[in-house]
């Protein structure tokens, strides 16, 4: 048995997902972390592990394209033995993509692509790796502040989000008996390139977010990556089926 531990995190070239795979490498945990087109940002992360104390190995991964898991698994069993060992302990469902679309422009092939983002391609590609994830491991899903309260432009993301937090509590039944906690954290509105970059680029709306944070800010993703990293590690070894907001306290 290794005496280290192996991470795969979903998204891990930007934003959470690339501070939760540094804050992991930080606790000495490998990682393979999947980027769906920009090589160079991913390379860059690879390296920003390796100096913080951790290989990391990126794979590309479309995670709404479920016909590619097969695919993918064989590409996490060379990179695991690339790792030195021959299965893993923790995944984060981190990868994602946004909506603003309200009840009345909603499309059915927006609806669809949420969907096989946010929920099939978390439940399936879950499925497909768990042959390879060691008993005793720990998963973390990721939804939204959006999954608890509501506002116009979110109809699709909030409501799928809310869904990946009865899929937590469902995978943490049905991994006990393998001794798998799930849990899922709940990121408030983050400083980051997601949904356009409109918390990061836009005062506007940063300010009126901040506004209604107890905290007095919008998040930042090294507010939400050590969370992640901390509850997929033996510390939180009693924490299952929770749903964790990390928000600042918005709209409390």
Not at 50 to 78: H, M, T
Not at 194 to 209: H, K, L, M
Request: hydrophobic content about 45%.
């Amino acid at each position: 048995m290794s005496t280290f531990k192996v991470a795969i995190v979903t998204g891990g070239s930007r934003g959470i997902g690339r501070d939760a795979v540094l804050r992991l490498a930080q606790r000495g945990v490998r990682s393979i972390f999947t980027y769906q087109t920009n090589r160079e940002e991913a390379d860059k992360v690879v390296a920003l592990a390796a100096q913080a104390g951790a290989p990391a190995i990126a794979l590309a991964l479309d995670v709404g394209d479920s016909a590619s898991f097969d695919g993918f698994v064989e590409q996490v069993r060379k990179a695991l033995a690339t790792l030195g060992v021959q299965r893993f302990d923790y995944l984060a469902n981190n990868a994602g993509t946004s909506s603003s679309a309200t009840l009345e422009s909603i499309t059915e092939a927006e609806m669809d692509a949420l969907y096989n983002v946010h929920f099939k391609g978390v439940l399936f590609l879950t499925q497909k790796l768990l042959p390879l994830m060691n008993d005793g491991g720990r998963i973390v899903n990721i939804s939204s502040g959006l999954a608890r309260f509501s506002m116009p432009g979110r109809i699709g993301y909030g409501a799928i989000k809310a869904a990946v937090e009865a899929l937590t509590r469902y995978m943490a039944v049905e991994l006990a008996p393998r001794r798998i906690a799930v849990n899922v954290v709940a990121p408030g509105p983050i400083a980051t390139d997601f949904s356009g970059g409109i918390v990061r680029d836009n005062p506007q709306v940063n300010s009126a977010i901040a506004q209604h944070t107890a905290l007095g800010r919008a998040g930042l993703p090294e507010d939400v990556g050590p969370v992640i990293a901390g509850l997929l590690s033996d510390e939180f070894g009693w924490v299952n089926a929770q749903r964790i907001e990390v928000a600042g306290g918005i709209h409390i």
